[in-house]
């Protein structure tokens, strides 16, 4: 079960559709959400991102951080619930360096979630790296990315 926790499992057409917009959005960081049209959450087998929804990036300052347009931050969940979809993950970008949580990704990510956090570097654009986090007690720890 633990091996299966740290496994952040996506479709090839969903990586793929990830690692577009991130590259659309630079200079700025893209973000949105990771969601799941399996019914896997309540099974044994691992949950599988299989859609990628961008949500325009807000902040004031979106080539160094990023927030959500409330308005489609809200359209997407409602649409998410009403496809039965759910809700796995969040996903931002990082122009011009590692795959690595900043400071502020820490300030700003919800303390108690179960979400996996997604993080793609474009810091060398002919091969992105993505890289999955799990939060806990406080960290973020790494995931192992598999493509399903």
């Known amino acids: 079960m633990e091996a299966q926790q740290s496994k952040g499992m996506i479709t090839k057409s969903a990586y793929d559709l990830l690692i ?41 300052d979106p080539t160094h951080s990023f927030t959500f347009d409330p308005a489609e931050w809200t359209a997407a969940y409602f649409e998410m619930q009403k496809n039965r979809q759910t809700l796995v993950g969040l996903f931002h970008s990082h122009p011009r360096t590692e795959a690595i949580p900043s400071s502020s990704d820490s300030e700003g990510f919800l303390p108690a979630s179960e979400l996996s956090y997604w993080i793609v570097s474009l810091r060398n654009i002919e091969t992105p790296h993505v890289q999955p986090y799990r939060r806990t007690e406080g960290a973020f720890i790494p995931m192992q990315l598999v493509l399903a």
């Open 20 to 60: 577009s917009i991130c590259k659309h959005a630079r200079p700025m960081e893209a973000c949105g959400i990771l969601v799941s049209s399996r019914e896997s959450m309540q099974s044994e087998n691992p949950t599988i991102i299989d859609t990628i929804i961008p949500i325009t990036n807000k902040h004031i």
